[in-house]
């Protein structure tokens, strides 16, 4: 008997991406809530799971063995080849490749600088207010030194106007190239739901409320379409009935904004 | 469909997808174009050239298809691999695959920025420098990825500061680290199996034998390995494509080092 544990924050940006590879294909899973703000990812108890310290991770045991699998993108992809349930990957090969694309154009180029931002205006100010000795004891316990420079740059505040100015040029950039994309083709990538939405629309989803001047009804049309495509999606609801923060809130918002 | 491969040296991305298009059997035509000369900014017949213009791995290779630029060295070969119908180079099993492309992400996140900026800077900086000033500008202008043009006018005023020089050096040695514990229980191939984790570590790594000597100098098992995956017929064939004397000695401007997170 397969059991499937996700050990996952928000079903936002990267956390949101296995959750919803999970669902789509219909696969029973233990959901494992990690809250990041409060820094569980760093605990002994998760450092078991995954000594890199790092959401999500999944657990899958089968055949008497247990696997341990990291990355969300490649999560996903394990997902989606080793499961049944409707296939999340196109069966033609540059479909395929240009799905591959997208997603690493959203991981290492695009995902990066809408993080940045997000920890700017979002987790930075939530953690800051902490105890400094309990904030800097918590960042010792961060095992990869470039997450703990991340770390203490979020929650200093201390992005230089240039690392934020090159983040906005490349958010503003990455938006239109997608508005160009989904004018070509209904999904990112293919004339079908992929693992590439699933990645993309985890940064995305709230471009309208958060990206006001970038995205919403008249400048980025295909996006707003496509959005609620994907918005509608059962699997999308039933993901996002699991969010415990206030940005399940948010997903109310923009449906009204988008149905509106 | 007709698909023409626009390639460098075969080395870096370059030779991964060569090497690929070789052991794939496909028969597609390849054209050598000049990258330090920005040929690759300059392809003809590309009606849609996002993938080309924001591509993350730098100057690597272009395969067009379909007036589609299609790039990622790694990506095109796994493209390789499944328009042959399966050549075998990437592992049957879904775990066993998820192996294979967190291997390869780390390569292509870690060692090859750091490759290409040592390899740049070892023996491309110069002729970058030396490009005359009115040729640099048309050059650079027709790059389209303001990062990408970045790192051209960086090689070019030879503006890198020491720590991205030790950090490269460091990434290099931890990338020859992590083969030689892989190759530890005395496998053949880096997943077990002959991949294209084999193809695209070879790539970047084996020209950074003559520089990082020292990297390898406790490595017998991953300089065995760098023997082994370059007799391959494939890689072989890559490297007879060469138009110079070393070509693991020809650089240009590649994938950026990771900014954030």
């Known amino acids: 008997m397969d059991e499937v544990t996700l050990y996952h924050w928000e079903p936002n940006a990267n956390s949101g991406k296995p959750m919803l590879a999970l669902m789509e294909k219909g696969v029973p899973f233990t959901s494992h809530y990690i809250d990041m703000l409060q820094f569980d990812q760093h605990k002994p108890e998760y450092l078991a799971i995954n000594p890199q310290g790092t959401i999500p991770a999944m657990t899958h045991s089968a055949d008497g063995q247990k696997r341990v699998l990291t990355e969300s993108t490649a999560i996903m992809e394990y997902v989606n080849d080793r499961f049944a349930g409707p296939d999340l990957m196109p069966a033609d090969a540059q479909d395929r490749w240009r799905v591959r694309w997208w997603m690493k154009f959203m991981d290492q180029w695009l995902g990066p600088s809408f993080s940045m931002i997000g920890w700017s205006v979002f987790v930075g100010p939530m953690v800051r207010q902490r105890d400094p000795a309990e904030l800097d004891a918590a960042i010792e316990r961060i095992p990869l030194p470039e997450r703990r420079v991340a770390w203490r740059k979020a929650i200093s505040g201390d992005f230089s106007a240039a690392e934020m100015a090159e983040s906005r040029r490349r958010v503003s950039l990455g938006i239109a190239r997608l508005e160009e994309e989904l004018g070509k083709r209904p999904y990112v990538g293919s004339n079908q739901y992929t693992l590439a939405d699933i990645n993309i629309f985890n940064s995305t989803y709230s471009l309208p409320l958060s990206q006001p001047d970038l995205a919403g009804k008249d400048k980025t049309p295909n996006i707003m379409r496509w959005l609620k495509r994907v918005y509608t999606r059962d699997a999308v609801k039933k993901t996002w009935a699991m969010g415990k923060t206030d940005l399940a809130n948010r997903y109310g918002l923009i449906m009204a904004e988008i149905e509106g | ?261």
């Open chain 2, 1 to 261: 469909m007709s698909a023409i491969l626009y390639h460098g040296e075969p080395n870096g991305a370059s030779l991964t997808v060569l090497a690929a298009l070789a052991e794939s059997g496909l028969a597609i035509e390849c054209r050598h174009i000049d990258l330090l000369g920005g040929e690759r900014h300059a392809i003809a017949g590309i009606a849609d050239p996002v993938a080309r213009d924001l591509g993350i791995e730098g100057e690597g290779p272009v395969l067009v298809a379909g007036g589609e630029a299609m790039t990622e060295s790694v990506f095109l070969a796994q493209y390789f691999d499944e328009a042959a119908g399966g050549a075998g180079l990437q592992p049957a099993d879904a775990h066993a695959r998820w192996e294979m492309m967190m291997w390869c992400r780390q390569i292509t996140e870690r060692l090859s920025p750091a490759a290409a900026l040592l390899g740049n800077m070892a023996n491309a900086q110069e002729a970058i420098a030396a490009i005359p000033d009115d040729t640099f500008a048309a050059l650079t202008a027709s790059i389209v990825s303001d990062d990408l043009r970045e790192r051209w006018q960086a090689l070019h005023d030879g503006v890198i500061d020491a720590a991205q020089i030790a950090d490269s050096e460091a990434k290099v040695a931890a990338a020859v680290d992590r083969c030689e514990k892989q190759l530890g229980d005395g496998r053949e191939w880096l997943m077990g199996t002959f991949s294209i984790a084999d193809l695209v570590t070879w790539s970047w790594l084996a020209g950074m034998q003559p520089l990082q000597p020292a990297a390898f100098a406790d490595a017998p098992l991953t300089q065995a390995w760098i023997v082994r995956t370059g007799a391959r017929p494939s890689v072989q064939a890559a490297l007879a494509r060469a138009t110079v004397p070393d070509p693991l000695r020809a650089w240009a401007p590649g994938p950026e080092i990771n900014r954030w997170g």
